[in-house]
């Protein structure tokens, strides 16, 4: 099979999947991918990604000029997000962006990921930040998210979703997963009332075994405390892991009587509070959409 003609039906089904699993809803989100030095294969705008087929893909150029299409068909109305994407890390190979209702409603309470709390996002992802709020469509967003790229795989855009880079169609897509996973776990142990976070010791560690895993990531993470603010985001990757005495999980101790957090303790920002009977109404629900409609016999 001709390589784009396969890229085309791999952006297919990775519409697909993002529809299938929620990710997106109605004609919400955008794929893209390399053909070449200069040229990209995008989704069409106004089209839902459960809906999409090979032959509606649009082919562009790195400045967003159309090079090929079928009639009618324009590309996505968020290409500039992508093109800035590309421009700015010569080494990714596709962009994936979607509204996962979990993490995006991080991005909307203004949270960003990038607490030590995952082995695996931490030796994958590092941190996933918050882009600043941008409107849609606009160059406004794009410059928006510029700032982060070169340091992160994967961020969060305010008030708005998530976008994710590869080397690869699936690559990008499988980042995007690992960013709502991420998210909904941190947000069950939020529910629950706290997280053990990994030790600082414990993500030195972790980075150092990055290389053995393969795995490639656009920035370290940085050393603590941060280097002093600079302006500079594509340094590295924030991660907010509290020193330990030899402990590999420390506990967060959250301030007592909702003041200032004591000396030496790990507070929680932008922390989520909800009576007994708003959490038991979120786990039934939560039961409701895993299992679906119980019948009565």
């Not at 918050?130 to 998210?145: F, H, Q």
Request: proline share 8%; hydrophobic share 40%; with cysteine.
């Amino acid at each position: 099979m001709d390589p784009t003609e396969q890229l085309r039906r791999d952006i297919v089904e990775i519409g697909r999947r993002l529809w299938t699993r929620g990710f997106v809803a109605s004609n919400d989100g955008n794929i893209s991918v390399r053909l070449g030095p200069d040229r990209l294969l995008m989704t069409p705008s106004g089209v839902s990604k459960v809906d999409m087929t090979p032959e509606m893909m649009v082919v562009t150029d790195l400045e967003g000029t159309v090079v090929s299409s079928a009639p009618g068909r324009k590309p996505s109305s968020e290409i500039l997000m992508h093109l800035v994407a590309y421009a700015e890390r010569p080494d990714v190979g596709a962009v994936v962006h979607a509204h996962p209702p979990i993490s995006t409603g991080f991005a909307v309470a203004g949270i960003p990921l990038d607490r030590a709390v995952l082995a695996e996002v931490v030796t994958t992802l590092g941190s996933i930040p918050i882009a600043d709020y941008g409107t849609p469509s606009t160059r406004e967003l794009a410059e928006a998210v510029r700032p982060h790229l070169r340091a992160h795989d994967g961020l969060l855009l305010a008030n708005h979703g998530a976008v994710a880079l590869g080397k690869d169609l699936f690559g990008a897509y499988y980042k995007m997963e690992t960013i709502e996973h991420f998210a909904r776990i941190s947000l069950v142990a939020r529910l629950l009332g706290r997280e053990h976070l990994l030790s600082r010791e414990e993500v030195d560690r972790l980075q150092q075994l990055r290389g053995s895993y393969g795995i490639e990531t656009p920035a370290p993470i940085c050393p603590d405390p941060p280097p002093a603010a600079t302006g500079d985001q594509s340094v590295c990757q924030i991660v907010y892991a509290p020193s330990s005495g030899g402990e590999r999980l420390v506990p967060e101790t959250p301030a007592v009587g909702g003041g200032a957090p004591a000396a030496g303790s790990f507070a929680t920002e932008g922390g989520i509070r909800l009576t007994y009977g708003q959490l038991t109404a979120l786990i039934d629900e939560a039961v409701r959409q895993f299992v679906g409609p119980q019948r009565d016999d």
